[in-house]
T-cell receptor, first 114, second 116 residues
Framework: GAVVSQHPSRVICKSGTSVKIECRSL??????MFWYRQFPKQSLMLMAT?????????EQGVEKDKFLINHASLTLSTLTVTSAHPEDSSFYIC??????????FGPGTRLTVL | GENVEQHPSTLSVQEGDSAVIKCTYS??????FPWYKQELGKRPQLIID?????GEKKDQRIAVTLNKTAKHFSLHITETQPEDSAVYFC???????????????FGAGTQVVVTP
């Protein structure tokens, strides 16, 4: 149980375009979903936290107008990287949390901006 | 906020030996400590967690110990196998207590290499 899916797994886009990443909890209702960014050989850096039906809260230094998060239901959250630039290239991972403390991670999305 | 430090950054062990990774945290109110294993290019997977009301928890070859006084917790892997090779991350609640958000602060990670 506690499976989180993420789509797409890889995306390559041109600089200036927008990319949408979907995160779904498949067999549980995620009261909270988190979005992380992970650069090579580094740890998980929390970008934002979202609860279903409310605005996301962003970590210091993360531009909310650039990384748009929508948490439309208890099983779906989306992250849109707007006007992507090469420095946005990274591994983006979502996680879902049910009523307990455990976070269950999606498989990640490898974003490459050319 | 919580500060989590993890050591060592890399750990090489011979197959069959034990591996120990240690994390320290700063907020004495922290009450939940998970460990995640991440293989290259894959998702982090929870392997074990411990709450502040117990000092040790075991699951087959994996164990976690918690010393609340010293504010550190450790991951122990016994009888290591090549498939244990991965990056391991410890974590603690960002705000100390696990709040309604459940945010976690992750350690920097430990690259474990098990050589046959």
């Amino acid at each position: 149980g506690a499976v989180v899916s993420q789509h797409p797994s890889r995306v390559i886009c041109k600089s200036g375009t927008s990319v949408k990443i979907e995160c779904r909890s498949l067999d549980f209702q995620a009261t909270t979903m988190f979005w992380y960014r992970q650069f090579p050989k580094q740890s998980l850096m929390l970008m934002a936290t979202s609860n279903e039906g409310s605005k996301a809260t962003y970590e210091q230094g993360v531009e909310k107008d650039k990384f748009l998060i929508n948490h439309a239901s208890l099983t779906l959250s989306t992250l849109t990287v707007t006007s992507a630039h090469p420095e946005d290239s990274s591994f983006y991972i979502c996680s879902g949390r049910a009523l307990g403390d455990t976070q269950y991670f999606g498989p990640g999305t490898r974003l490459t901006v050319l | 906020g919580e500060n989590v430090e993890q050591h060592p950054s890399t750990l090489s062990v011979q197959e069959g030996d034990s591996a120990v990774i240690k994390c320290t945290y700063s907020d004495s109110a922290s009450n939940y400590f998970p460990w995640y294993k991440q293989e290259l290019g894959k998702r982090p997977q929870l392997i074990i967690d411990i709450r502040s009301n117990v000092g040790e928890k075991k699951d087959q070859r994996i164990a976690v110990t918690l010393n609340k006084t010293a504010k550190h917790f450790s991951l122990h892997i016994t009888e290591t196998q090549p498939e244990d090779s991965a990056v391991y991350f410890c974590a603690a609640p960002r705000g100390g207590l696990v709040d309604s958000w459940g945010k976690l602060q992750f350690g920097a990670g430990t690259q474990v290499v098990v050589t046959p």
